[in-house]
């Protein structure tokens, strides 16, 4: 029995808790998938017999863009500038995820790799936390804007080399 805000929190506590939106929408919402689904909240008085109900809409979208393909990488000191193109995905809606590691990587490993997020272009300077004389595996993936991520791209390899700058060799 909910009486007065009491239902409020009832509801705030399930939402706090591990709700799965499969269980909020009542029906399996797989990866790589898009569609429609309502959330029904129903309250009912029961001294009262009295139900009222809300509706809200919202557009589950699950579906990962397409991976990119990663073209060059150009080493410097200390640095790396990647490239990439990607033909796929709607550029207005999409950005990039550069990640790297002095170990080759895959899907399961990003979490202990380095990256770089937020990149609405197709290139980046990549200069913080490299070192010279290090291979680095380059990997890029595009996320949309109901952050779901693509899978990787191709891994290229790359080795930052200190360089002498003009005023160096003068």
Do not use: H
């Not at 029995?1 to 009491?6: F, L, P, Q, S």
């Not at 239902?7 to 029906?27: H, P, Q, R, V």
């Not at 990647?82 to 080759?104: I, L």
């Not at 890029?140 to 109901?146: G, H, I, L, N, T």
Request: hydrophobic content about 35%; aromatic content about 10%; proline content about 2%.
């Amino acid at each position: 029995e909910m009486n007065g805000a009491g239902w409020i929190e009832a509801f705030l506590e399930m939402m706090a808790g591990e709700a799965t939106l499969d269980e909020l929408i009542g029906s399996e919402c797989t990866s790589n998938s898009e569609g429609d689904a309502t959330l029904y909240i129903i309250i009912q008085n029961t001294s009262a017999s009295d139900v009222k109900y809300q509706t809200i809409l919202f557009d589950v979208d699950l579906r990962a863009p397409s991976a990119p393909t990663l073209d060059e990488l150009t080493s410097g000191d200390a640095r790396f500038v990647a490239k990439w193109t990607d033909d796929d995905n709607d550029a207005e809606d999409t950005e990039y995820v550069v990640y790297w590691s002095d170990a080759p990587f895959g899907e399961d490993d990003l979490e202990d790799v380095d990256g770089k997020s937020g990149i609405d272009a197709k290139s980046i300077a990549i200069e913080e936390g490299l070192s010279n004389e290090v291979t680095y595996y380059v990997s890029v993936a595009a996320r949309d804007e109901a952050d779901n991520e693509s899978a990787l791209s191709n891994q290229l390899e790359v080795m930052p080399a200190s360089t002498t700058d003009f005023w160096e060799g003068y």
